[in-house]
């Protein structure tokens, strides 16, 4: 059964920082994996979609990184603002159309 | 009014009520989903649709019963839940199966 981790669970920092979150999987067997930020009582965002066969995307001050083969996905965040406050969730989908999440990293930016 | 949206937004409800979540897509897509998603625990998918025919169940209990009546809408019956089952559910679509997936905002359910 595919298992998805977040880590950290928590992270608070000051505005402007650059900050890595991190993912990790235990099945490696994905089609791809998939970013989503969501807003306290709220539905969730699509932010950045990696294929299997890919290594990164990126998306304005994201940067998302894929390596399959370790089960490990990494989401850079740069210069971060008060705005990117918000859980981050990842998620890798198996089969048709399953997705499977991980808890989330819950992000703090204070100005 | 686009993308993808949930009514009611919050629901209570009582052990012995029969109630339904409504979603709707105005994406043109054609896949839909039906996720739960309850504190401190990951977000479960429950049910996955594909042009109306349901491809996906992942062993959720009978008092949840979903309809897809076309690819626009999507409902969830609810009947005889207990509290556990408290929690923010979400509905999602995409263009085809492992597409990327757009999320409505959510019903947050209260069972007392």
């Known amino acids: 059964k595919q298992e998805v981790t977040q880590i950290p669970a928590a992270l608070s920092v000051p505005e402007g920082e650059n900050l890595v979150l991190n993912c990790s999987f235990t099945d490696s067997a994905i089609y791809n994996l998939q970013w989503f930020r969501q807003d306290p009582g709220k539905g969730l965002t699509s932010l950045l979609l990696i294929q299997s066969s890919q290594r990164e995307q990126t998306s304005g001050r994201l940067n998302a990184s894929l390596d399959k083969s370790s089960g490990r996905s990494t989401l850079y965040i740069a210069a971060s603002q008060p705005g990117d406050s918000a859980t981050y969730l990842c998620?890798?989908?198996?089969?048709?159309?399953?997705?499977?999440f991980g808890k989330g990293t819950m992000l703090l930016v204070s100005p | 009014e686009t993308g993808v949206t949930q009514t009611p937004r919050h629901l209570v409800m009582g052990m012995t009520n029969k109630k339904s979540l409504k979603c709707e897509q105005h994406l043109g897509h054609n896949a839909m989903y039906w996720y739960k998603q309850s504190a401190k625990k990951p977000l479960e998918l429950m049910f996955v649709y594909s042009l109306e025919e349901r491809v996906e169940n992942n062993s959720v209990p009978s008092r949840f019963s979903p309809e897809c009546p076309n690819s626009s809408h999507l409902f969830l019956h609810l009947h005889t839940l207990q509290p556990e089952d408290s929690a923010l559910y979400l509905c999602a679509s995409s263009l085809q199966g492992r597409d990327t997936q757009y999320f409505g905002p959510g019903t947050r359910l209260t069972v007392l």
């Open positions: 998620a890798v989908t198996k089969g048709y159309s399953t997705l499977t």
